[in-house]
């Protein structure tokens, strides 16, 4: 995902076997990991590229850094509030105070933005 990232445009596996430094990714390999992000969500078919007499298709980023990590731990059960819990933990024994208080305003900020939100629906 980062390598599509940092491309910043739709490709396809060919394209990615071109431009790929670790020459180690055979076709297939490629196109199972294309596969496997497709399954995720996280890259969707954008369009079709010719080269020669063949067509091979091109794919795009379907979600962002945050949206695709925040999946990632999800899916192997780490959710947002151990996430917090461990930050907070490594403040408290860096005894961090500044950052524990950072971190008590940003949560502060995520209940408002809820509430406005649950708010807005009724």
Avoid at 18 to 28: M, N
Avoid at 72 to 98: C, D, P, Y
């Amino acid at each position: 995902m980062r390598f599509l990232w940092e491309q910043g445009k739709p490709l396809s596996a060919s394209e990615i076997q071109g431009l790929w430094k670790d020459k180690a990714w055979t076709k297939t390999y490629t196109r199972d990991i294309i596969r496997a992000l497709e399954e995720k969500g996280a890259i969707e078919f954008h369009d079709l590229e010719r080269t020669g007499k063949k067509y091979g298709r091109r794919f795009r980023t379907v979600l962002t850094k945050d949206e695709y990590y925040s999946q990632e731990a999800m899916r192997n059960g780490i959710t947002s509030r151990k996430l917090f819990q461990l930050e907070a933990l490594a403040l408290v024994k860096k005894g961090n105070k500044e950052g524990i208080e950072e971190l008590i305003r940003e949560l502060e900020d995520m209940i408002e933005e809820y509430r406005a939100r649950d708010d807005d629906e009724e």
